[in-house]
């Protein structure tokens, strides 16, 4: 068993660094669509592996709680700002939904469990990771249930925050893990980059059309 969490450890690691990279070049390339698309394509298969990884650490190894508030985090706004891009201004759908529904149920039974059970954590660095959740995923359940027709040409603007946020959640459990003694400083910073790019590129792209 030890052995399959090391390979399982050493495999979350390894592809979580290089999304980290390969996020940077798709950002290079974003004047770029086709060098953009294969790299974005790159990014979200590194992803996939992080967060599969992370819920085989989570379920059969205990891992850290904050670890599982980034993998729902990362995984969600990743797929969700996939679909952004593929859907454009078409109406998301009920699966689409329903997955959105489950993901905010799950974290916040998972939230409430680890307040109840105590322990070692830092409820203002899960707390505001929840919140990220909650806001990206009200935000896609309000547009499915109301309001698509006012905010269906705001699919880049999603686009870019949410594969932002995905990328701040792998950086945050990067620098959390790398740089222990600085928490939760080292898991706060990163999210605050990754804002102000948010804001950055939003406005350059909003400018430019």
Known sequence: MQMLHTLNLFTHVGFGTLALGIGLITLF???QPKHHIRY??????????????AAIGIVFFRSNPFLLMLTLLGGYVGY???????????????PDSLLTIGVLVAGGLYARSMQLAGGNW???VVYSTLSALGLVGGYDLLKYVWLHERLKTWWLYEHIY???????????AFAGTVLPNYKPYSQ????VLCVSAIIYFIWQRARNR
């Not at 969700?80 to 009920?94: N, P």
């Not at 949410?162 to 945050?172: N, P, W």
């Open 122 to 124: 830092s409820p203002t």
């Open 162 to 172: 949410k594969m932002l946020s995905a990328y701040s959640a792998i950086l945050s």
């Open 188 to 191: 706060i910073l990163p999210s």
């Open 29 to 31: 390339y974003q004047n």
């Open 40 to 53: 974005g394509r790159y990014f979200l298969y590194c992803l996939s592996i992080v967060v599969g990884t």
């Open 80 to 94: 969700s700002g996939y679909r952004a891009v593929q859907l454009r201004e078409r109406k998301r759908t009920l």
